[in-house]
């Protein structure tokens, strides 16, 4: 790839998608985009970027969605899921005890894993939640891995990482190689396309938001932005959950780290400086089209 | 030091495994059937058993469930890999003792998934990109 089209590509997902790659991300555009260029019928990377100097806006769509969609799996990183047992849902349990509702957030949901992963987790509590209501809503920039989300429909390989072979069991109906999780777990989830750049003030408030893995690619500013909106999101009491490479701690006040749970923070009651969507830059406000 | 026993009548996939499983410290034992593992298991037992279900003289399943009556046989850690995949298979290969399961085919990231699920390996966090 030559300096001038990986310079045009990392410009292009910045102003589309807030995706900050750094100067040697070569490797992960073309991991990402070699593949892109084949369903696109192009011999390359430099071809596609030729299309997209064209101004073909489907092209453009179709790379920042290569770029901003991640790997993912089920239980991910592990850890986030036992402070979701073991910590945030008996302190919501007691906590929640008169209203009897939990709302949760996916904000980075991307194919499903990670809300289905919670709903099993919350399944898998039993009696505890009888009566209670829980909302998961999951986000994603991405309508394409919506989609998926919404199907539920994973391949062999991906319910073998991650997913304990007693849950793919109980919780899953097998079609072929494939396999689908159960209506009842799929129920449990609802979907929305979101761009975390922009207002997400309608989502309502929740009591728990999984923020995992997505706010690596923002720049500083933006980061500070997105915490700023989340922590007005969440109710006082509740628990955020950041990827096991993501800090709050020298970015914003808003969230304090949760003492001896790696990746938990809770909101501090420290007023955000700066809590409006785009309200950074014109740029981020004119993407509005996605 | 932890032991494997990888019993598959395929010395590719033998081979394969005691690659993989090599780099995660253990150390292998090979069977070709369910006897030549049961044999292995008398001697000494292995701390996880990486095991096919479909083999000549002894199948995988039959051979399991020998060990789990043996003295001791409740602590390996037994993982079925095999292309046996239907969801029969997986709920009898549980009801019978097994800890997991992999569907072949299979590679170095679902071997480490399976044996971190049963504690035989320690977990670690991915990067994320």
Redesign the interface.
């Known amino acids: 790839m030559t300096p001038p089209d990986y310079e045009y590509l990392r410009k292009l997902l910045k102003d589309h998608s807030g995706l900050d790659l750094s100067a040697d ?1 070569q490797y ?1 555009i073309e991991s990402r985009l070699l593949p892109l260029s084949r369903k696109c019928g192009v011999s390359g990377i430099a071809d596609l970027v030729q299309k997209m100097k064209g101004g073909s806006s489907t092209i453009i769509a179709q790379v920042v969605e290569a770029m901003t969609t ?1 790997e993912t ?1 089920f239980f ?4 986030p899921f036992e402070h979701f047992r073991d910590t945030i849902m008996p302190e919501m349990l007691k906590a929640r005890a008169n209203r009897k509702s939990i709302r949760i957030w996916c904000a980075a949901g991307s194919t499903g894993q990670e809300p289905y992963s919670l709903a099993m987790s919350l399944k898998e509590m039993g009696a505890v939640l009888a009566g209670w209501r829980v909302e998961i809503i999951a986000t994603d920039l991405s309508t394409e891995v919506l989609e998926k989300s919404k199907s539920g429909v994973y391949s ?2 991906e319910v ?3 997913l ?3 849950l ?2 109980k919780y899953f ?2 079609n072929g ?1 494939f396999w689908q999780i159960s209506p009842e777990l799929r129920a449990m989830v609802q979907h929305r396309q979101l761009n975390l750049l922009h207002d997400f003030s309608q989502l309502g408030v929740f009591d728990v938001i999984f923020c995992r ?1 997505v706010l ?1 690619y923002f720049d500083q500013d933006t980061k500070i932005n997105i915490f700023g909106r989340l922590a007005r999101g969440m109710e006082g009491d509740g628990f955020l959950v950041l ?3 993501e800090t709050v701690v020298g970015l914003t006040d808003v969230f304090k780290p949760f003492p001896d749970k790696r990746g938990l923070y809770r909101p501090s009651g420290a007023r955000a400086a700066s809590p409006q969507a785009g309200g950074l830059t014109p740029r981020i406000a004119a993407m509005a089209g996605r | 030091m932890k032991t494997c026993l990888v019993v598959d009548d395929s010395s590719v996939i033998r081979k394969i495994a005691r690659r993989i499983l090599e780099e995660m410290d253990f150390q292998i034992i090979e069977a070709e059937d369910g006897e030549q593992a049961l044999e292995a298991c008398k001697r000494a037992m292995p701390t996880a058993v990486l095991l096919d279900w479909n083999m000549p003289v002894m199948d995988g399943y039959e051979f399991m469930c020998h060990l789990r009556r043996l003295p001791g046989g409740d602590v390996p850690k037994v993982v079925f890999c095999t292309t046996e995949n239907g969801m029969d298979h997986i709920s009898r290969a549980l009801h019978g003792g097994a800890n997991e399961y992999i569907m072949k085919p299979f590679d170095r990231d679902i071997v480490t998934a399976k044996f971190q699920e049963v504690g035989l390996i320690e977990f670690t966090e991915q990067s994320p990109v």
Request: net charge positive.
């Open positions: 991300k992960l991640n799996f991910r990183d592990k850890v062999q390989f073998q990482r991650g304990p072979i007693q793919l069991v109906k097998q190689e893995n690596i990827g096991a490479a």
